[in-house]
């Protein structure tokens, strides 16, 4: 352990390693840098090596009305179906894995579906049953058809930690003297927990970052950032939508960091 | 934000309000008192900057309506999904192209005429020609755009793009989603081969247009140019003209010899629409001169009503003569849509290639 | 305090209770037991056999499909788990991962209402019975097995309960270990006089802990007893086979058995059987023979006591006991 670093004999198997793990890093966040570049460029189009550093195309995204009114929607939408999608995500896995449901594996695939299908269908069936039924395009109705897409993601990662979950440990709460409903909440909950987190946080994601379900289902002054910066990008390709890209990015690094704080993160190892 | 909250009870009791009395009435109820509105379909990008700042506005206040115009696409898909007796837009602002999509499924009128939009009399013929369904109340012409610092000669024909010295620094786009590469497929057979129409010898002609760099969004094509990635491409003038003034930049656009391709502003009207005479005077309003003026300066479009007055720069460049509207070549999209299928097959193989 | 008070412990009472699954699979098949309060009980028999279901049906995770079970003399067959105040050791332990230690152990008490100064008090004094003072804020997943094994006893005997169940606790310690929970556990027992049903199909364990032993087969009881009287005296062919190595004389109407420890070998001259050594296994305090005599083979048992009497493969042996020590089983 307390050998000096210069003496340690040179490790093939560790340095390509390292170097692996640099180079998958590298794939991943080269986009992201690409985009910064851009971002805080002068010239309005891409270009390379930059010209300069400049923060007017943020300062543009950040004073551009429609801009901020959809990227504050998308905040809200998201968090509204980041909540929707835990509660119903949880509960139907709860119900799969735990009630004797008759047709278990087709109910399963029939609440997975959503993912199976283009999202674009999804928005495009959505949007005319909406019409068709008079309902129209309200905001709710842009939650529920978030809320369809990301509910899968809740379910399956609920699933996962409910498959390996050791029902011993509710009956040892059960046979203390622990309510069904005490259960639920000191033991239960907090075990998978972690699981319906992290779907929730792929269900602010997915919303967050929904195009193609909000595409149809947006109205004129009500569209979702993603819908904004498409149709932005149509007229005028400069580092506004950049800018906006690197806000987004930094926006849900943000919320999942704090939603981290607050309820944890980790996979709890004995489960 | 806070002005749409989906749960008001304000907004449950008209829901309620409003089922009661369609149940009641046994009919759509139309429930009075509110003002009417007009669903419009518009662009993005500065023209939408202009509209919803002035024109809409100032409609708006004339007609005691409001306005509620829609800038996301894809607005053809959109209308054709919503319920042919409740349209989801009352006027439809598109390129021609999709104009003639929309009126094969009855989506949108025919014709407009002089008679429901009295301003139709002043327009150009091109506007409300046969190749138009609707009515253009402006035009840009396609054509080439360069650089004028790279040391090139300046182009004068459609022919000079095929230079072997701009291999790779030439510009197009990809013909199934962009309605210009399609204009410039169509313009490769004429000058190439027998016509428009002639899609072999316009074939033959891209293919030696490789190397060639490709984009989708017609705004790309901008800046490929203002990063010089792109020396020479397909553009439409007002993506050039623009920039002048303060925000010169070292690009200039031609009008080939052999005449530009027509890429209208059309606007028009669904049959189904519930505020019919609204749509008309708002076409109607949208081809009066001041406002056709207020727009052309504002993003260099061509303005279809002849009696409009730009300013001398505008005036220069700008399609504001018989003579100069008489370059535009307007392609029979209803041929070429028929046709689309067959075409972005055969164009992805041979660009692929 | 650092012990345990002494509990009031309460009797169980099954009474011809039948349990089974998918309409099918009988997995306890009316079984009655009468356990007595302060007893170490054993529920002894081969894997299947009905003893884990017998168990959860004390604690009230599985509903008997007829018959009733008492503890303390009163009807608790409808009596939800939770309200049942038992204490449960599971093979897995089952101890929340997500609280430490000494919230393991606190969580019963919490869902009574004991007071907080009264629920610290109580889980030091609990954790320093087990011998695990200092590790009250580790994770379970940071201790060894054989102290999740006390968390999870501490954790059920902290609420002071009637009676105290456990599913094969000692399943997963290595034998060293075993042996030393073995004594703990029992001594424990005695000294809190709490009423253990402990099951398990590790005979020796049975014999060495309990005071009384159901030894079960095919979700039916075949035998109670003191670990004496199985082991001597088993009713059923079953019971002489499972518990310990048997000699099974068939030669009459009925089967009979004889341990191998009751065989002597002698000299030819005294001998009922004359036969020769087939294999020796030394066990340390003795040698397990097989002889065959007639025919048939032999187990006999000789303890080393002073000079050991080696005998090998092949050598001529006779084999002599009394006839007391033969037993006779009903089936
Ligand atoms: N939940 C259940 N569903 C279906 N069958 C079950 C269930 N629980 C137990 N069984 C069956 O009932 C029978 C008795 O099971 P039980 O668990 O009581 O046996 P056991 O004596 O504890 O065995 P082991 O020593 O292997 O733990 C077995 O055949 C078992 O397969
Ligand atoms: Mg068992």
Redo the contacts between chains.
């Keep these: 352990m307390s050998t000096p670093l210069n003496k340690q004999p040179f490790d093939l198997g560790k340095t390509a390693y390292l170097g692996l793990n640099l180079l998958l890093l590298a794939f991943l966040l080269a986009p992201i840098a690409i985009v910064l570049v851009f971002a805080l460029n002068p ?5 390379f090596p930059p010209v300069g550093v400049t923060l007017r195309w943020f300062v543009k995204f950040f004073e551009t009305g429609d801009f901020m ?1 959809s990227l ?2 998308s905040l ?1 939408i998201a968090a509204c179906v980041l909540v929707l999608s835990v509660v119903i995500g949880g509960a139907c896995a709860l119900a799969l894995a735990r009630g004797h449901l008759p047709g278990r594996a087709f109910l399963t695939a029939f609440f997975m579906s959503p993912l199976m299908l283009p999202a674009i269908l999804t928005g ?1 069936a959505l ?2 049953s909406y ?2 039924s008079g309902i129209g395009r ?3 109705g842009l ?1 529920m058809a978030h809320t369809l897409i990301a509910v899968p993601y809740v379910l399956r990662t609920t699933l996962a930690v409910l498959h390996n979950f ?1 029902r ?2 509710e ?10 409903v ?2 639920f909440f ?2 239960t909950l ?2 998978i927990q972690p699981g319906v987190f992290a779907g929730g946080v792929f269900a602010f994601i997915v919303s967050f970052d929904q195009f193609p379900v909000s ?2 289902l ?6 979702t950032l993603p ?2 910066l ?9 580092g506004a939508i950049a800018a906006a890209s690197m806000v987004s990015i930094l926006l849900a690094l943000a919320v999942v960091l704090v939603l981290e704080r607050l309820i944890g993160l980790k996979a ?4 | ?1 806070t002005t ?1 909250h ?2 008001s009870r304000r907004g449950l009791l008209r829901t309620s309000a409003g089922l009661a009395a369609a149940a009641s009435f046994g009919a759509p109820s139309i429930l009075h008192a509110e003002t009417k509105t007009l ?1 419009i379909t518009t ?6 900057d202009i509209m919803k700042a002035t024109v809409l506005p100032a409609f708006e206040k004339e007609h005691g309506c409001t306005v ?7 607005f053809v ?2 209308l054709q ?3 042919k007796n409740d349209p ?1 837009y009352d006027v439809l602002h598109t390129n021609s192209n999709e104009q003639w999509l929309a009126v094969v499924d009855g989506l949108v009128m025919d014709k407009i005429t002089a008679k429901e939009v009295p301003n139709v009399a002043d327009v150009y013929p091109y506007a409300v020609s046969d190749k138009i369904v609707g009515v253009s109340i402006f035009t840009s012409a396609i054509g080439l755009g360069y650089r004028t610092d790279k040391d090139i000669t300046p182009p004068k024909s459609w022919k000079d793009l095929a230079d072997p010295k701009l291999a790779g620094a030439r510009g197009g786009y990809l013909i199934p989603v962009n309605s210009l590469g399609q204009c410039h497929l169509m313009m490769l057979g004429k000058i190439y081969g027998k016509g428009l129409q002639d899609l072999d010898a316009a074939y033959k002609a891209l293919e030696q247009l490789k190397p060639i760099k490709l984009v989708d ?4 094509m ?3 140019l ?2 010089a990635e792109v020396v020479e491409g397909v553009i439409h003038d007002s993506g050039v003209y623009r920039y002048e003034g303060a925000n010169r930049q070292p690009v200039d656009f031609c009008s080939p010899s052999e005449g530009v391709m027509a890429l209208e502003q059309v606007l028009n009207v669904a049959p189904g629409s519930k505020v019919k005479e609204l749509a008309f005077a708002y076409i109607d309003y949208m081809l009066r001169p001041d406002v056709q003026k207020l727009l052309a300066e504002g993003v260099w479009y061509s303005p279809a009503n002849k009696k409009v007055k730009l300013e001398a720069k505008y005036d220069a460049k700008l399609l504001t003569t018989p003579e100069k509207v008489a370059t535009l070549i307007q392609p029979d999209w209803k041929w070429y849509n028929a046709r689309k299928d067959d075409i972005d097959a055969r164009v992805t193989k041979i660009l692929k290639g | 305090m650092t012990l345990f008070n002494r509990m009031t412990s309460a009797a169980i009472k099954l009474q011809q209770v039948t349990k089974s699954f998918d309409g099918k699979v009988v997995a306890v098949d009316d079984v009655t037991l009468d356990i007595k309060a302060g007893e170490f009980f054993s529920l002894l028999g081969p894997s299947g056999c009905g003893k884990t279901t017998s168990l959860r049906m004390i ?3 599985e509903m008997p499909d007829s018959g009733r079970v008492h503890v303390g003399g009163q009807d608790i067959t409808d009596v939800p ?8 050791v ?1 093979q ?1 332990y ?5 609280r430490t230690v000494a919230e393991n152990v606190a ?2 008490l919490r ?2 209402d004991v007071s907080k100064p009264e629920i610290a008090k109580r889980v030091a004094a609990a954790l320093a019975q087990v011998a695990l003072t200092g590790l009250e804020e580790r ?3 940071q201790l060894s097995g054989g102290q999740q094994q006390r968390v999870a006893l501490a ?2 005997l902290v ?1 002071e309960p009637r009676v105290l ?1 456990c599913d094969e606790p000692l399943g997963a310690l290595d034998r060293k270990l075993r042996q030393q929970m073995q004594f703990e556990l029992k001594e424990l027992q005695q000294r809190l006089g709490v009423t253990l049903v402990f099951v398990t199909h590790d005979q020796e364990e049975a014999l060495a802990m309990s005071d009384r032993i159901a030894v079960m087969n095919r979700g039916r009881v075949e035998q109670v007893g003191a670990p004496t009287e199985i082991y001597e005296r088993p009713r059923t062919r079953f019971v002489a086979d499972f518990i310990g190595e048997i000699n099974l004389l068939e030669d009459g109407p009925h089967p009979r058995a004889l341990r191998p420890e009751k065989i002597r070998l002698v000299p030819a001259a005294e001998a009922r059987l004359k036969g020769t050594v087939e294999t020796a296994n030394f066990l340390g305090g003795a040698t397990l023979y097989r002889v065959n005599a007639g025919g048939r083979a032999y187990l006999a048992r000789e303890t080393h006591s002073g000079e050991r009497s080696p005998r090998a493969a092949g050598d001529a042996v006779g084999l002599a006991w009394n006839d007391t020590d033969v037993v006779s089983l009903e089936s």
């Design positions: 010239t309005p189009y891409i270009s009114r504050w929607l809200w495009l949007f005319q019409l068709l309200p905001v709710w939650i050791d011993r440990i009956e040892a709460a059960s046979v203390l003297g622990a309510s069904p005490r259960v000191e033991v907090p075990l595409l149809f947006v109205v004129p002054k009500g569209e819908v904004v498409f149709n932005y990008m149509k007229f005028d390709l400069d709890y190892v004995k489960l | 934000m749409r989906p749960f669903k662009w993005g990008g500065k023209w939408g509620s115009a829609d800038q996301a696409f894809p898909p959109k999904v919503s319920p989801l969004f017609t705004g790309q901008e800046k490929m203002l990063s | 604690a009230g995770f788990v939770h309200r049942r105040d038992m204490g449960m599971f897995s089952a101890l929340f991962p997500h969580f019963g869902m009574r994770k379970p997943a954790r059920a609420i169940l």
